[in-house]
């Protein structure tokens, strides 16, 4: 399969089935995500692989969102001291988003399914994890990327919308608004 269908086919999964995922897939999607670039290479993320029922369990009944039953869980992590200093000290959410995008991508090309939860910027969201997973302070999680054998089928496309795209300069447009999802303002 070439990129551009991979990124066509890569849909959110959220129905797995219950087979476990062997050690060498886990690692193969995380050497893609360390494939990923980083701001002046600065490598700031850390992954914490969960395979046990009872951690995926804890960490399901412990989130807002989410929650599904997939054999495994990647919970990608940004560590500020090896993240960037000084105005430039976010860029450790692009570097793990990009990280983030190659599992998925890595996961579809290998036949798995795969979904992204985001975590960061809502605490709330990922607060309980520090104590499930024994996480020092000064590693944020920033999103669960589940990923299994897909029980669902979705077929591929792109999103493409040509209101969302500009040439040369940006010019204003009417687009639909979603609301505002105030849930999560704890």
Not at 128 to 141: A, T
Request: charged residues 25%; positive net charge; proline residues 4%.
């Amino acid at each position: 399969m070439n990129v551009i269908d991979c990124m066509y086919k890569r849909r959110s999964i959220r129905k797995f089935k219950d087979t476990a995922l062997n050690e060498d897939t886990l690692i193969t999607l995380i050497k893609a995500a360390t494939s990923a670039p980083t701001a002046c290479n600065s490598r700031p993320w850390e992954f914490i692989i969960i395979t046990e029922k009872s951690v995926l369990n804890e960490v399901n009944e412990n989130i807002y969102f989410g929650k599904y039953t997939a054999p495994a869980m990647i919970v990608v992590c940004g560590n500020m001291k090896l993240a960037m200093s000084g105005p430039v000290k976010d860029f450790w959410v692009q570097d793990c988003s990009a990280a983030i995008e190659n599992i998925l991508l890595a996961a579809t090309s290998m036949e798995l399914g795969s979904v992204w939860i985001g975590l960061y910027p809502v605490e709330s969201s990922y607060r309980p994890l520090y104590r499930i997973l024994n996480l020092p302070k000064e590693v944020i999680p920033l999103g669960i990327v589940y990923v299994g054998y897909a029980a669902e089928e979705k077929e591929a496309r792109t999103q493409y919308d040509e209101k969302h795209v500009y040439w040369q300069r940006y010019e204003e447009r009417k687009h639909r608004t979603r609301k505002k999802n105030t849930k999560l303002n704890t």
